[in-house]
């Protein structure tokens, strides 16, 4: 049964759970051993050492938080802010652990938070000159276990993560909220780690190093650069309630991507961290660059210098205003193929992508897709799934992209590709991205008799031997922002009902009795200019190309006209858009009015049988 404890102490501001329970210790003059019985932060097994694992510095368990409010007398709101609890809604890596440790599961080891390790502050440690905080020392603070915390404000100095006398890491024995938990009469901020190496024996039977971290070698400390003292701030305030907590999530995900590819490429990202001295960083990712280190690209080093010059260097990518373009040198087809990065690093930082690219900020998402070697998909193995944030559907597409996007956008790419290709790949592209699956599949929904492979790859190749692969992209990127900016028309919808369209006879007799008035001459038959002219105006109210249009029902059983029909359409198509040669222009305006009328009959109908009731009128 749970008893209060004979004294208590008030909670620090942001001091972790694990400080406290040592702090209450060295007040209380017993090993924490004792005080995590006491408080039922673990179960009491005689003749045993409490087993506590750290997955209580995330949360505290009902049962658990109601032991130890009893026990030490604090309010839940106090025993709460002892845990990463409150910071979850902020930092993802913290909500992502509670999901697995509320299903039963042990913490996972992930690369954004530190389950068995810390940073500290030797001046905070020292205390604020209380007496309380004189004699039992300041606090470990909550925020030390996050790796983007990596300076104090209050003191501006980078934190430390060795003990000045050891020179060994300041960790958590992992599994265990404290390191050493049944030595007694340590102060909380000795260090707790043994003297010997080897054998978990014979660190137990080792004199501990007993260092005071708050008492750091003489000489000033690392001065905190003022660009990395403005970061840690931009940091602190995410992390604080003032921020909603859907900006600081979306940030913290999109800085810990970004940090995983400039760990990935350093030091190609050496320059987004001008201002800094950055040897250390060179030093920890130089080591990191053998296989061994291939899947954990993403985990920041401890050293808290090396650790803030990637997260400056990826805050000063993400504040860009092209974000794609300041991503681009970071992972281009060339860093997995040529630039003696191993393959599995950027595989690793693909698939932490594809796992996370929900929790980053749609502006990520957007410019980051390409990035990657697979793109969102329906499970594994699945089809590929719509890009996010698309403001038109695949139905709003032209399966003929408007000449004037294409010259004001691709005109860089004419001097290897032809404008009508460029044109008709493009809308594939563009119907992917919102359609999803492949672009055999885009081409497909746009009516385009031909089978899409190979589509796209030519000129993505091409612009990756022009020193500039992600070039076709931002072009796609340009020309559907002013698809999405323009008024949407269902072009789906048009192709569908003038599927089985054709010019209907008394149609083209009132278009034809015009002409004859002219004295001008023919060059086809009336019936094969009446079919001609059906694929010139379904181009136009489609925006398609002439070499799709539907075959017409009576050139179907009829080689002949068929063979004729499909000469002519090219030949009359091409004069009409010369409008050169006197018969045709006086044809094209006629033709371009039909259209027209064509054009709003369609759109103002759902139905084949309401399109034919709506011309006939």
């Not at 992502?96 to 992930?110: E, N, Q, T």
């Not at 404290?178 to 901020?189: K, N, V």
């Not at 010369?578 to 009015?593: E, G």
Request: aromatic share 6%.
């Amino acid at each position: 049964m749970i008893t209060p404890l004979p004294r208590s102490l008030d909670p620090l501001p942001g001091e972790l759970l694990a400080g406290y329970v040592m702090r209450l210790a060295h007040r209380l003059d017993v090993a924490p051993d004792t005080v995590l019985r006491r408080t039922g932060l673990a179960e009491y097994q005689p003749n045993t050492q409490a087993v506590t694992r750290t997955a209580l510095s995330l949360e505290l368990p009902a049962r658990r938080m109601n032991d130890f409010q009893t026990a030490t007398r604090l309010t839940g709101d106090e025993a709460t802010a002892l845990t990463l609890l409150p910071l979850a809604p902020r930092y993802p890596p913290i909500a992502h652990s509670l999901d697995v440790v509320r299903a039963g599961k042990r913490i996972p080891a992930l690369d954004w938070l530190f389950p068995a390790a810390a940073r500290y502050c030797p001046d905070c440690l020292a205390g604020d000159g209380t007496p309380s905080q004189t004699e039992h020392g300041g606090p470990w603070k909550t925020d030390w276990r996050l790796p983007v915390v990596f300076a104090c404000p209050r003191h501006q100095r980078f934190l430390e993560h060795l003990c000045p006398e050891c020179q060994r890491p300041i960790a958590d024995r992992v599994g265990q909220l404290i390191p050493r938990p049944t030595i007694a009469g340590l102060h909380p901020a000795q260090c707790r780690a043994p003297l010997a190496h080897g054998s978990r024996r014979a660190q137990r039977a080792a004199q501990l190093c007993g260092a005071r971290l708050d008492q750091q070698p003489p000489g000033p400390a690392a001065p905190l650069p003022p660009e990395l003292a403005a970061l840690q701030q931009k940091i602190t305030t995410m992390l604080s309630p003032d921020t909603p907590a859907t900006t600081a999530s979306e940030y913290f995900s999109d800085l810990q991507m970004t940090s995983g590819l400039v760990m990935i490429t350093w030091p190609r990202a050496r320059p987004t961290a001008s201002g800094i001295d950055t040897h250390h960083t060179d030093l920890v990712l130089a080591a990191r660059q053998d296989l061994s280190h291939s899947i954990n690209v993403s985990t920041p080093p401890p050293h808290a210098p090396a650790c803030s010059s990637i997260l400056l260097a990826a805050d000063t990518i993400l504040s860009a205003t092209d974000l794609r373009t300041a991503l681009a040198p970071l992972a281009p087809v060339e860093n997995r193929t040529r630039s003696g990065i191993a393959p599995k690093r950027h595989r690793s930082w693909d698939a932490a992508f594809r796992r996370y690219q929900d929790d980053c900020s749609q502006r990520f998402q957007s410019a980051a897709e390409y990035l990657v070697s697979t793109h969102r998909r329906s499970g594994r193995g699945g089809s590929r799934l719509p890009q996010l944030g698309l403001d038109y559907g695949p139905q709003h597409v032209p399966a003929f992209l408007p000449l004037e996007w294409a010259e004001r956008h691709l005109g860089a790419f004419t001097v290897a590709f032809s404008m009508p290709v460029l044109r008709r790949t493009t809308s594939a592209f563009l119907v992917r991205r919102a359609l999803g699956k492949t672009v055999v599949d885009a081409a497909e929904f746009l009516g385009l008799g031909i089978d899409g492979k190979g589509m796209g790859t030519p000129i993505t190749r091409w612009a990756r031997r022009q020193g500039t692969p992600e070039a076709f992209e931002r072009a796609v990127d340009a020309i559907a922002a002013e698809l999405a900016s323009s008024p949407l028309i269902d072009y789906q919808h048009r192709r569908t009902l003038l599927a089985d369209w054709a010019l209907p006879p008394d149609a083209w007799r009132h278009i034809d009795d015009q002409l004859k008035r002219q004295p001008t001459p023919r060059y086809v038959s009336e019936d094969r200019a009446r079919l001609a002219a059906t694929a010139y105006i379904w181009t136009q109210v489609t925006y398609g190309e002439t070499q799709f249009a539907p075959q017409p029902a009576e050139a179907r059983n009829d080689p002949a006209l068929d063979a004729a029909w499909s000469q002519d359409r090219f030949t009359i198509g091409h004069w009409l858009r010369q409008n050169k040669v006197p018969f045709y222009q006086q044809m094209k305006p006629l033709l371009d009015a039909y259209a027209d009328q064509l054009t709003r009959a369609v759109d103002a109908t759902c139905s084949g049988r309401q399109l034919k009731r709506s011309l006939a009128k």
